[in-house]
């Protein structure tokens, strides 16, 4: 699809000659800028919106971006400030350990007017299915929302509390609704948006990520589809568009040179179009890749038969030493 405006957006942590954190971040900045700008309606969906800061000691959360707060106070103020505004959040139920230990963060969005909606994980196909065919079977019954009086440690903060083992149960299915997106009108009839890899989680706010910014009607099929992903998981309300709008038609040849065009890509049709690139490649072309996990043995065995064909491949890996807040082994990436 033709659009009118993309921009690249880069968080990057980095460290100068001490060893003292340099943090320069554009991602939720944007974001900020797009709910201030909003008059009509404002979708989002993160995956991970949450103050938690895992086992991260407080000397070291000086590199630290309360994200979550700033998220939370934006939508709240934008609602008061313009009473007539729409704001539909999608996000995946981790957000409240699977109903072990509900969000408060939710909650305020919630009172203020925010459509918030729990992604339905059990809609989505089993990622895990040795364990989830027994639960489903045995154990979904009985542990679907997570509540009770929790006796186990809580994933996601190394604090006091504590979480069932209804809601460990249902994370080991080992699914989660993983989208980072923002699309909202640009207050002149127009739709601006952010896709990311950035999460609104003060644990990971200094993590180094990369967003397209992109204005224009690029962004009508994804937020169909994230309306879709709300009306999936019972999602019942509107908002004061027409997704009727007609799509622009593309640029004559004449004018491909000068117009950029963005394609939408989600779930599984983002692995095929990376497979797809990779083993296009001819001898003499360089592939260049920056991961956070590469662990998909079809996208390996495309890198090493491209490698194979003379093409010139780079790798640059997260060492895989935090998640959430917590000091990992390294795996995938380092082994």
Known sequence: VPASDIALLADVTAADAYGRPVIHQQIFDEALRIISEAREFIVLDMFLFNGHRGAIQAQDSQALRPLSRELREALIGARRAHPGLRILLITDPVNDVYGGDPSPDLAMLATAGVDVVRMDLDQLRDSNPAYSTLWRL????????GAGHGWLPNPLDDGPSQVTFRAWAKLLNLK?????VI??????????GVVSSANPHDASSAHSNLGLAVRGFALLPLLRSELDIAQLSGWRGNLPLSLASPMPRAAGDADRSRTAF?????????????LEQIRGTR???RIDAALFYLSDRDVI????????????IRVLLDPNSD???YRKSGIPNRP
Do not use: C, P, Q, Y
Request: hydrophobic share 45%; no cysteine; charged share 30%.
């Open 138 to 145: 045995g154990i979904r019954w009985w542990s679907r929302d």
């Open 176 to 180: 989660a609704d993983h989208r980072k």
């Open 323 to 325: 998640a959430f807040g």
């Open 262 to 274: 963005v394609r939408v890509l989600t779930e599984g049709g983002i692995n095929e179009a990376v």
């Open 301 to 312: 065995e495309a890198m090493l038969d491209a490698a194979g064909r003379g093409v010139s």
């Open 183 to 192: 699309i909202a009108d640009d207050g002149r009839k127009g739709l601006v």
């Open 283 to 285: 001898a003499g072309d």
